[in-house]
């Protein structure tokens, strides 16, 4: 069945950083990817998708970009801010509903 | 407007209480769905709505009973609960098809005891 898989976290990183967040997925087809994130105590928002093969998503300084050769969906940012900490969940969108990866936490000091 | 709104956000009961959990988009979306989701862990599917109809149940207990009105609400009916049904429980909505997000709701933040 359609999987994903996300890097282990918590990620902690210092203010200013370089964000990489691994993301990779087994599906049939060629389904839609996305990232949500979540703050402490709230929903998941959207923070971006990509729909087709090197489709690139972007929001907020954040990039993904979809790799069908190596099925992955890898979440960066050139500089991260202490708002950034939060939960990232990799998603992908099967035949009949969304599939999460187990999520990343991320911690950014000031 | 991208709301999903969700009532109450926090909900305490006992376990031979009836409560409901109520769930509201105005964003013309024809699929909605419950979540489940326990501490750092990613949210579980529970029920899906499609134009109005129940399509999928994932053999979720039936002390849990959804309930979809409308095309715009959607209500989780809750009985007889036990502790460990303690857990964060999201409301998403969206427009149906392959390529959509889902969008989320708050979130009820709920407690047995």
């Known amino acids: 069945g359609d999987s994903v898989t996300q890097m282990e976290g918590p990620v902690t990183l210092s203010e200013e950083a370089f964000l990489t967040i691994n993301c990779t997925y087994t599906a049939t087809g060629y389904p839609s990817l996305f990232w949500y994130v979540q703050y402490p105590g709230e929903g998941l928002q959207l923070l971006l998708k990509a729909t087709k093969a090197d489709d690139k998503g972007s929001n907020k300084g954040f990039e993904a970009t979809y790799r069908k050769e190596t099925t992955s969906f890898h979440l960066e940012k050139g500089s991260v801010q202490v708002s950034d900490s939060a939960v990232y969940f990799c998603?992908?969108?099967?035949?009949?509903?969304?599939?999460f990866g187990a999520g990343t936490i991320l911690r950014v000091k000031s | 407007d991208t709301e999903v709104t969700q009532t109450p956000k926090h909900l305490v009961m006992g376990m031979t209480n009836k409560k409901s959990l109520k769930c509201e988009q105005h964003?013309?979306?024809?699929?909605m769905y419950w979540y489940k989701q326990k501490a750092k862990k990613p949210p579980e599917l529970m029920f899906v709505y499609s134009y109005e109809k129940l399509s999928i149940n994932e053999s979720v207990p039936s002390r849990f009973s959804p309930e979809c009105p409308n095309s715009s609400l959607l209500n989780l009916h809750l009985h007889a609960l036990q502790p460990e049904d303690s857990a964060l429980y999201l409301c998403a909505s969206s427009q149906g098809g392959a390529s959509t997000e889902a969008f989320f709701g708050q979130g009820t933040r709920l407690t047995v005891v």
């Open positions: 998603a992908l969108r099967g035949y009949t509903k969304l599939v």
């Open positions: 964003m013309g979306h024809r699929a």
